[in-house]
């Protein structure tokens, strides 16, 4: 860890990556501070304290939501539409074949994603906009109002998404799980201050413990399953062309337990947020029976959580796992795994292996999901509501991936060193 921070401030190219990636986040921050608007702040805190929701929306947006700033709905319209995009690439034969074009067809399906995610997010701020009436300003225009909240907050999703693609393209790690990682570490404060203002008021500093603990070994959980990995031995068969011989060495396949890193998580929890977001605008019994059932503490929530976890898990390590054209690129150029014929029985057997890794992935991440939840109802101690698994395991997943791609330049900057 030290050689990471050490190698950031060091080399040259690492450190303006770096610094380009703060001035974003900062960028980031300060836009989460912008109401919009019109807005009452007192009727706004009223209008948050009728559940638990919001305040997991809130999570998500780092408190840009609890504001009503320009970037109240932070990147989650994106995340929609990526979810919505790779669903429909499995579908429409046209998404597919522009998916297998390689980097000009990824490209393309990125486009076409961001344009989805401005729809949704002018079609979710229209909502919103119903959705905050009562928390206007007294004596403002509602037409004004709607007006100016469809354009500030589908602006300000615009604004967020390419921010996160500035990161991307420029600076270090992937930008939209960065900006979700930066708006959950902001909330940690405030989760803090509300702990101890639990435990003066008589709260049981045993039941803060317990839960502190926990969180700390699932951390050491998430980081062990995260590296986790089973390695499938290839050897290859020495070939001959011409006066040089090639192959005849012995190497290894990693094939993680968990594929999809964080990603299984973030869509399923957009998922049961975005019904649930919609339900809040619409102000009558069945909606508000939606809220409650789809509320992060009850238990419907809880199971469609694991449901979908496992779902995703699944789907997500179906499109980025090809077992039948990893066996025909062993087999073209001439390995083998051990005791494995080459061709279709390879790719039956590497099947077999990642279908039983991604069930105990799986597992894990839904396990992990729903555990908080029941050490919440145990200790009594609401005070982290809103920063359960889900944000632990997307905290852990994006500081883990960022610290990896920070060790891959020093590599390659210390492979160049040598070439030079």
């Known amino acids: 860890m030290l050689n990471v921070i050490s190698g950031i401030f060091n080399i040259n190219d690492l450190r303006k990556k770096?610094?380009?990636?703060?001035?974003?986040?900062?960028?980031?921050?300060?836009?989460?501070?912008?109401?919009?608007?019109?807005?009452?702040?007192?009727?706004?805190?009223?209008?948050?304290?009728?559940?638990?929701?919001?305040?997991?929306?809130?999570?998500?947006?780092?408190?840009?939501?609890?504001?009503?700033?320009?970037?109240?709905?932070?990147?989650?319209?994106?995340?929609?539409?990526?979810?919505?995009?790779?669903?429909?690439?499995?579908?429409?034969?046209?998404?597919?074949?522009?998916?297998?074009?390689?980097?000009?067809?990824?490209?393309?399906?990125?486009?076409?994603?961001?344009?989805?995610?401005?729809?949704?997010?002018?079609?979710?701020?229209?909502?919103?906009?119903?959705?905050?009436?009562?928390?206007?300003?007294?004596?403002y225009s509602f037409p004004l109002f709607m007006l100016s909240t469809i354009i500030s907050l589908t602006a300000g999703t615009t604004l967020v998404i390419w921010f996160s693609e500035l990161i991307t393209e420029n600076g270090i790690g992937n930008g939209a799980s960065l900006?979700?990682?930066?708006?959950?570490?902001?909330?940690?404060?405030?989760?803090?201050?509300?702990?101890?203002t639990l435990v003066r008021g008589g709260a049981s500093i045993f039941g803060v413990l317990i839960l502190l603990l926990s969180f700390v070994a699932m951390i050491v959980a998430i980081v062990i399953v995260q590296e986790g990995q089973r390695r499938i031995q290839v050897q290859y068969a020495k070939r001959v062309v011409g006066?040089?011989?090639?192959?005849?060495?012995?190497?290894?396949?990693?094939?993680?337990?968990?594929?999809?890193?964080?990603?299984?998580?973030?869509?399923?929890?957009?998922?049961?947020?975005?019904?649930?977001?919609?339900?809040?605008?619409?102000?009558?019994?069945?909606?508000?029976?939606l809220i409650a059932w789809l509320s992060p503490s009850g238990p419907f929530y809880t199971f469609l959580l694991f449901a979908l976890i496992f779902f995703f898990t699944y789907f997500y390590t179906a499109i980025t796992f090809n077992p039948t054209e990893l066996a025909e690129n062993i087999k073209k150029y001439g390995g083998f795994i051990t005791g494995i014929r080459p061709g279709k029985p390879t790719a039956q057997y590497l099947e077999y292996v990642i279908s039983r890794l991604t069930l105990v992935g799986a597992l894990f991440l839904a396990i992990v999901a729903i555990v908080p939840t029941f050490i919440e109802s145990a200790t009594h101690i609401t005070s982290f509501q809103g920063l359960g698994s889900t944000a632990l395991l997307i905290m852990v997943g994006v500081a883990m991936d960022l610290v990896r791609q920070i060790e891959t330049h020093l590599v390659t900057r210390q492979y160049e060193g040598l070439l030079a």
């Open 179 to 196: 900006l979700i990682f930066v708006g959950i570490v902001s909330r940690i404060p405030a989760y803090i201050v509300q702990t101890i």
């Open 243 to 289: 006066r040089k011989i090639y192959g005849g060495q012995n190497t290894f396949i990693p094939i993680r337990i968990n594929q999809g890193g964080v990603i299984p998580i973030i869509f399923a929890s957009s998922v049961l947020l975005f019904p649930a977001t919609m339900a809040q605008f619409i102000p009558n019994g069945a909606a508000q029976h």
């Open 18 to 139: 770096f610094l380009y990636t703060l001035g974003i986040i900062v960028l980031f921050r300060l836009g989460t501070h912008i109401p919009v608007a019109g807005i009452d702040p007192i009727k706004l805190n009223a209008l948050f304290g009728h559940g638990n929701l919001l305040g997991f929306l809130d999570l998500f947006t780092g408190g840009a939501l609890l504001k009503f700033s320009i970037f109240a709905m932070g990147i989650v319209p994106y995340i929609n539409a990526s979810i919505i995009m790779q669903l429909l690439t499995v579908v429409v034969p046209q998404l597919e074949e522009l998916q297998k074009e390689g980097d000009a067809g990824r490209k393309q399906i990125a486009k076409i994603t961001r344009y989805l995610a401005v729809v949704l997010a002018a079609f979710q701020s229209f909502g919103m906009s119903f959705w905050m009436r009562g928390a206007m300003v007294d004596g």
